[in-house]
């Protein structure tokens, strides 16, 4: 592991100072789920309304904020969308300039938005897209870099959404969240574990890129098969090698879902409570409806609603 860029997990206090300073953010509502077919009590938390249409805001908002205290003028991030989505909207509300550097296949809807919130998009091949995540830094770049997961920072605002679950619940068993880096799941653990530490995150993987349950069950990173789905912004080949040391500690388990079982939670979501969420958005919903997360009392965290009325509408078709 790269020691420079060593990370740990956010304390509490850290979490609740990112909860103050994101004051200006949407509190999102805790639902209970009504779908058919549960096996426990399942509660909704609806970050897919949140500004911006993801969770990532809150990561974002609480790295740029500080930031922002330290008279920093340029932000910029590596993201496939939400995290890209996250660093706009806050840099334009607090004046700054930022760059979003984006994958060659990331979804044009999203790209369009970015620049809607006044950032400027590069794209670039993934492997070199990934090399920023890797490295933390782009060659001839400036400003202040704003890791999509592997921070602390960013982890502390994300775990800010279980200080608002526990507000609502102090009964909660397990967490669902959808797994891309860990930076949520990881932020959210750390706050169970400081406040609720019988409360415990399951992650939610997507079945065309699923790491993270057969590293969780022989103790060490694995590699698996990707392949491009409609599920954009998680999934991926391997485990990011800065995250494994708090994943293998905070997460679990880890239940893979398949495509058309992701598909149908979208569908039933908007059915059921009229919620519209992209693939990585109900992946946490559909882990529940398989029946194999423990727990009596569960909360999904519905992370992200960024997904144009076409491409939902051709992943209604496609798995009809």
Not at 185 to 196: D, T, V
Not at 201 to 226: C, H, I, Q, W
Request: aromatic share 6%; net charge negative.
């Amino acid at each position: 592991m790269d020691t420079e860029h060593k990370l740990y997990p956010p304390t509490i206090d850290q979490i609740r100072t990112a909860a103050d300073r994101l004051c200006g953010i949407r509190r999102t509502p805790l639902i209970q789920c009504d779908i058919p077919g549960l096996t426990a009590d399942v509660f909704l938390k609806l970050e897919n309304i949140q500004f911006a249409g993801s969770f990532k805001l809150r990561g974002a908002g609480n790295a740029i904020l500080k930031a922002a205290a330290r008279g920093i003028q340029h932000v910029w991030t590596a993201s496939a969308g939400n995290m890209g989505l996250g660093v706009a909207w806050y840099a334009n509300r607090a004046g700054l300039e930022s760059t979003v550097f984006v994958p060659d296949d990331a979804p044009q809807g999203k790209i369009e938005a970015i620049q809607f919130l006044g950032a400027k998009v590069i794209q670039l091949p993934r492997d070199e897209y990934w090399e920023i995540q890797k490295t933390h830094q782009r060659s001839g770049t400036r400003g202040y870099f704003v890791h999509p997961f592997a921070d602390t920072d960013v982890m502390a605002g994300n775990g800010t959404i279980a200080l608002e679950v526990l507000d609502e619940l102090d009964d909660v068993d397990t967490v669902i969240t959808p797994y891309g880096g860990g930076g949520l799941s990881c932020g959210i653990a750390s706050a169970l574990q400081a406040l609720s530490p019988s409360t415990v995150v399951f992650a939610a993987e997507t079945e065309n890129g699923a790491p993270l349950k057969p590293s969780l069950e022989t103790g060490r990173m694995m590699e698996v098969d990707y392949w491009k789905s409609f599920v954009s912004g998680i999934g991926s080949p391997t485990i990011f090698p800065q995250m494994w040391p708090l994943v293998n500690k905070m997460i679990a388990g880890s239940v893979v879902v398949s495509l058309p079982e992701i598909a149908d939670s979208m569908r039933a979501l908007l059915d059921t409570h009229h919620l519209v969420t992209e693939g990585a958005g109900a992946i946490s919903l559909a882990a529940a409806r398989t029946g194999s997360v423990p727990g009596r009392v569960i909360v999904c965290v519905l992370t992200g609603g960024n997904i144009k009325f076409e491409e939902l509408n051709q992943i209604s078709q496609e798995s009809i």
